[in-house]
C-alpha cells in the first residue's frame, strides 16, 4: 500500500480528466499548488463528485504514484454558500482564485497565500463589498508572491507629480522619469494605494466607483502578465 499524506486546500479549479476522472488543484499552505487527480469522480457516488467545487475548503488524503497525486479520500470543510448564490460575490470569488492559480507555484511550503486566500473567500461569505475586496486581495496576492508592484511615488525618483503606469518597470513611474500616456489620475493612485495598504477585512469601508476598480484591475493584470514573462 502507497503511503498516505493528508492536506487542506481550497479548490481553486476543477477539469474533467478522461472519460470519468476529475483533476482537481489545490491552494494548501503546506505545498503551494497540488493538484490531485480523483479516479471515477464523475460516476455517481464516487469520493469528490461535489466536494471538489471551486472555492470550497476541503480535506484530502491521497497517495502518490509516478509523480500524480492519486485522491484516496476528500472531506468537504467549508462551501461559502453565499459566494455561490450571489453573482456578484462568485464573480469575485472566480477572479482572484484564477489570479491565485496563475500566481502561486507548486510545491512552496509558505502558508501566506493560502491564509490571505481564505481570508478574501471568508470576507466574500461575511458581506465585505465584493469589488474592493477583489482588487485589494489581488494587490495582496501580487505582494506575497514576489510581484508586489511599486505604489510609492515614482519607483526612481518617489516624486508624486504625473505618474504614470509602467509594467515594465514595475509600478508608479513619473513622466520627468521617462513614463508613457497619459497620467494616472489622483484618486487612482490614492485607491491603488490605500487597496494596498490597508488590511483586507478594512476594504468593505472604502468607498470607490465601480469603473475606478475596473481601471486598477486592468493595470493590474497587465503588470502581472508582464512580470510573469520577465
Ligand atoms: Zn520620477
Redesign the pocket.
Known amino acids: 500500500m502507497a503511503q498516505l499524506s493528508r492536506a487542506v486546500g481550497i479548490v481553486l479549479r476543477t477539469q474533467n480528466h478522461a472519460e470519468t476522472d476529475r483533476i482537481a488543484v489545490l491552494l494548501t499552505p503546506s505545498q503551494g499548488r497540488l493538484d490531485v487527480l480523483a479516479k471515477g469522480a464523475r460516476r455517481l457516488g464516487r469520493p469528490g463528485g461535489a466536494a471538489l467545487d471551486v472555492s470550497n475548503l476541503v480535506e484530502v488524503i491521497y497517495y502518490r504514484r509516478r509523480g500524480l497525486a492519486l485522491l484516496k479520500d476528500v472531506d468537504l470543510r467549508r462551501a461559502f454558500p453565499r459566494i455561490k448564490g450571489e453573482l456578484p460575490r462568485l464573480e469575485a470569488a472566480l477572479t482572484g482564485l484564477t489570479w491565485a492559480l496563475r500566481l502561486v507555484p507548486k510545491g512552496q511550503p509558505d502558508p501566506t497565500p493560502f491564509r490571505l486566500t481564505w481570508q478574501f473567500l471568508e470576507g466574500l461569505e461575511t458581506g465585505t463589498p465584493p469589488g474592493p475586496l477583489k482588487v485589494g486581495y489581488l494587490l495582496k496576492l501580487l505582494a506575497v508572491s514576489g510581484h508586489a508592484p511599486h505604489l510609492r511615488g515614482?519607483l526612481?525618483?518617489?516624486?508624486e507629480g504625473e505618474l504614470t503606469w509602467s509594467s515594465r518597470e514595475g509600478g508608479f513611474?513619473?513622466r520627468?522619469?521617462g513614463?508613457k500616456g497619459e497620467p494616472l489620475g489622483i484618486k487612482l493612485v490614492r485607491t491603488m494605494q490605500g487597496l494596498a495598504r490597508l488590511p483586507l477585512p478594512a476594504l468593505g469601508r472604502l468607498q470607490v466607483a465601480e469603473a475606478l476598480l475596473e481601471e486598477i484591475e486592468r493595470l493590474l493584470l497587465e503588470f502581472r502578465e508582464v512580470q510573469l514573462s520577465r
Open positions: 515614482c526612481r525618483c518617489g516624486g513611474l513619473c520627468a522619469c513614463g
